[in-house]
């Protein structure tokens, strides 16, 4: 997943290969803290994503070793963050970029490795799966630095931990190994360190065989099912599983079912 891309700004970016997108975050320096400038470049990155048609699967990933992504650049809290407006101008930000990954139609994946705390976990929290290397740690330090999370955006928490456990990842601000994270449902697959890029390729490349509409269709019910932020509406919700069955894939996944072969959906 190393295909080139566009970067805005050049701590941020989109790559493509085949199939299979990735936003990429790109500052290891600060282990892949993200400022205000990465924040807002999310949405659109994502939204560029959503409207390839040649994509069908999305990785959330962090360059380099040692991190996913440490959370919110710390420099700025003394600066665009010194202020109540400020504040809430940020808060605004990090839940625009999870509202943009978590509405994304197309199926995300978070590949974990290093640490994965506050904005990170965050945003791990806003993609619909999560594979994690071993080594990984997780956490929330909010209750320590004294800022407001995003209210909207502890539903991605919850929806992934349950209302108790959510709680106590947010009232003690502990870090929690990736055993544990596992342990707690927030993993959908623990591998070791030197599996995980392959793992993660052999999961999005087993979404990405699959019907585009079906998934879409899916990941908007189970949101909403869940109540997450921005849920579809019944009515939309069965437009698009009747969408399904008007669609060219929904003939070719029945005429390869009788032929005894796999099928090639176009996502039409």
Known sequence: MTAAG?????????????????????????????????????????????????????????AGPLAFAAGADISEFSTVRASAEGGQAYEAANLAAFEAVAGCPKPVIAMIRGFCLGGGLGLALSCDLRIAARGAQFGIPAGRLGVGYPPAALAYAVAALGAMRAKELFFTARR??????????????????????????????????????????????????????????????????????DSDDYREGRTAFLAKRDPSFRGR
């Open 176 to 245: 929690i190994d990736a055993a544990e994270a596992d342990g707690l449902g927030l993993l959908t697959r623990l591998v070791a360190e030197a599996d995980l890029e392959r793992e993660t390729r052999a999961l999005a490349d087993a979404i990405a065989a699959n019907a585009p509409l079906t998934l879409r269709a899916a990941k908007a019910g189970i949101d909403a099912a869940a109540g997450l932020p921005g849920a579809a509406t019944p009515a939309e919700l069965q437009r698009l599983a009747a969408a399904c069955f």
């Open 6 to 62: 566009a970067a805005i700004p050049d701590r941020i970016r989109i790559e493509r290969d085949g199939a299979i997108g990735v936003l990429a975050i790109d500052n290891p320096a600060k282990r892949n803290a993200l400022d205000l400038g990465m924040w807002t470049a999310i949405p659109g990155l994502m939204a560029d994503l959503a409207a390839d048609g040649t994509v069908r699967v999305i990785v959330v990933r962090g």
